[in-house]
């Protein structure tokens, strides 16, 4: 699903206007991204929780030459499945 069919799926579920739900959808994309920035876990109940990760530094060989290189420490963001979401999934 596409950002476009979310807006639509929602504006007619909703009653509201494709335009109206775009601005929604926006803000709480915009909010979503400011909480994580902040280190912020946020978490939906029943749907899943995106948390910020941190990944190690690490050393990694390239295959071609075998030359090794330096990965430094970098950040990522994680979710993880809420239960109700997954056995919808899997029902």
């Not at 029943?46 to 530094?57: C, D, H, I, N, Y």
């Amino acid at each position: 699903m596409k950002k476009s069919e979310l807006i639509s799926a929602v504006a007619g579920k909703c009653g509201l206007s494709k335009k109206d739900v775009n601005a929604v959808i926006d803000a709480t994309i915009e909010a979503i991204e400011e909480a994580l920035k902040a280190g912020e876990k946020v978490s939906f109940i029943g749907f899943g929780s995106f948390e910020v990760v941190t990944r190690a530094p690490r050393v990694a060989r390239v295959p071609g030459t075998g030359k090794e290189i330096k990965i430094p420490e970098t950040k990522a963001v994680k979710f993880k499945v809420g239960k109700k979401l997954k056995e919808l999934v899997n029902s």
